[in-house]
């Protein structure tokens, strides 16, 4: 994922640690929905809550870690195409 996503500074009192965003931006740079996101949380990706019912702040570094080894493989679209060529041939 290298797509860059320039977020707006919050508010000083809304201020998170150097280096986390709110789980609405980390879903906006990952483009995926919150609920994926919450989801993923749910699969292991790493938090941080600075107190109990403060809000979930994560890293764009976790995220990375997260999904890369579930990053699907690249496919040779070509070779699928003349293996199935070849099929109908027969």
């Known amino acids: 994922m290298t797509n860059e996503h320039s977020q707006s500074t ?4 809304e201020q998170a640690p150097r280096g ?3 789980l609405a931006d980390a879903a906006h740079w990952a483009s995926v929905s919150k609920k994926t996101l919450v989801r993923y949380i ?8 600075a107190r109990p019912g403060s809000k979930l702040l994560v890293r764009l ?9 579930r990053q699907a ?4 679209l070509g070779k699928l195409v003349d293996e199935v060529i070849a099929k109908v041939r027969g």
């Open 61 to 69: 570094e976790d995220i990375r870690a997260f999904l890369k080894p």
């Open 20 to 22: 986390y965003v709110s």
């Open 10 to 13: 919050p508010a000083p009192a």
């Open 42 to 49: 749910g699969q292991g990706l790493r938090v941080h809550q």
């Open 73 to 76: 493989k690249g496919v040779d």
